[in-house]
């Protein structure tokens, strides 16, 4: 059983910019969530998917999107940059049967630095 | 989902039992406790969840009071590897709910 991988492990940008983040969920999963963490803070809920469609939203803009593929793999969108989107980003993936969330299982999260 | 409370930092040392409380006194009746911990710059890893019985597994032990206001982790013998931030979270384990994570406990495991 595979765990849930992300890509690229590290990346720069420049403010203004738009940025793309992969995750691999884990094998049998069908859910993905995306969190945000800023430096000295815990991570905070960006958005789920379940079933290819948003499930659920933190209090983060709509520059922010998502996309999950059939396969349950998922990105993570961000357009026009601001030094304040640099943090590690996480994804989580879960099994979700019956609309009952089994537990999440975290990648290693992409470190963002926008500059 | 219901706030929880946790104190900010712990010592512990190595091969002692290290208990983590949290205290969350407005948890509401279908709501589960969940410990994750983060070791510095990973991705949290998921420790156990329990609704009102107590519940241990190979990481730790999850002792939730009668009255469901508080509980405790405990790792029964700390090693260097258990340093890092634990978060305790209350949550509706429903789809589409959030772990909200707050500022966690930094447990430091000397040698």
């Known amino acids: 059983e595979t765990g849930v991988t992300q890509s690229p492990t590290h990346l720069i940008k420049t403010r203004g910019q738009q940025v793309t983040l992969r995750c691999s969920s884990q094998?049998?999963?069908?859910?993905v969530s995306w969190y945000q963490q800023a430096l000295g803070q815990g991570p905070q809920f960006i958005f789920q998917y379940y079933r290819e469609e948003e499930n659920g939203r933190g209090n983060f803009p709509p520059r922010f999107s998502g996309l999950q593929f059939p396969n349950y793999s998922s990105e993570l969108n961000v357009n026009a940059l601001e030094l304040d989107d640099s943090a590690l980003y996480l994804c989580?993936?879960?099994?979700?049967?019956?609309?009952?969330?089994?537990?999440?299982?975290f990648g290693p999260g992409t470190r963002l630095t926008v500059l | 989902d219901a706030k929880t409370t946790q104190p900010t930092s712990m010592d512990c040392a190595e091969g002692r039992a290290a208990n983590l409380p949290c205290n969350h006194s407005t948890i509401s009746g279908n709501e589960y406790v969940y410990w994750y911990r983060q070791i510095h710059s990973q991705g949290p890893q998921y420790i156990i969840h329990?609704?009102?019985n107590n519940e241990t597994n190979e990481m730790a032990s999850l002792i939730i009071t009668e009255d469901r206001k508080s509980s405790t982790l405990i790792l029964p013998h700390a090693t260097l590897r258990d340093t890092a931030v634990y978060y305790c979270i209350v949550r509706v384990p429903d789809a589409g709910y959030a772990l909200n994570f707050g500022k966690g406990t930094s447990l430091l495991v000397t040698p």
């Open positions: 329990g609704l009102k």
């Open positions: 989580a993936s879960s099994y979700v049967e019956r609309e009952w969330d089994l537990g999440q299982f």
């Open positions: 094998s049998g999963h069908n859910t």
